[in-house]
């Protein structure tokens, strides 16, 4: 029986890492070992980095919020409140586009919920 000995499938992995380390300097892009380390690693931050970039919109959004409430002399937190309690179902990426984009009907969402209360 003959012998296996799995070239094609070994040098189509390494390929598809050096692939991936095409942007690395050095070593990293060049000798398999360290350029699986980094592609590893890099990786890793891509996901960690992907649900961070969601946390950080969303702070984002919330103090572009709060800033325009400022401005109209109430709270985010009140703001908000008197938001769900008249049913207005705008989200914050949304309110935040409101409020930079047009100061005017942010100020008449605002004074509009603050009546229904």
């Excluded at 003959?2 to 991936?20: D, E, I, L, N, T």
């Excluded at 590893?40 to 961070?52: C, I, M, Q, S, V």
């Excluded at 309690?85 to 989200?91: C, W, Y």
Aim: glycine fraction near 6%; aromatic fraction near 6%; charged fraction near 35%.
């Amino acid at each position: 029986m003959s012998r296996v000995k799995y070239g094609p499938a070994s040098r189509r992995r390494r390929k598809k890492v050096s692939k991936m380390a095409k942007g690395q300097r050095g070593g990293r892009s060049k000798w398999h070992r360290i350029a699986m380390e980094s592609v590893n690693k890099a990786l890793a931050y891509g996901t960690r980095d992907r649900r961070a970039k969601k946390r950080s919109f969303r702070r984002l959004w919330i103090l572009r919020i709060s800033n325009a409430c400022k401005e109209l002399g109430i709270s985010y937190s009140k703001f908000m409140k008197n938001l769900r309690d008249s049913k207005v179902l705008l989200n914050r990426k949304v309110l935040s586009d409101i409020a930079v984009n047009d100061s005017q009907a942010f100020k008449n969402l605002a004074e509009g919920v603050q009546k229904d209360k």
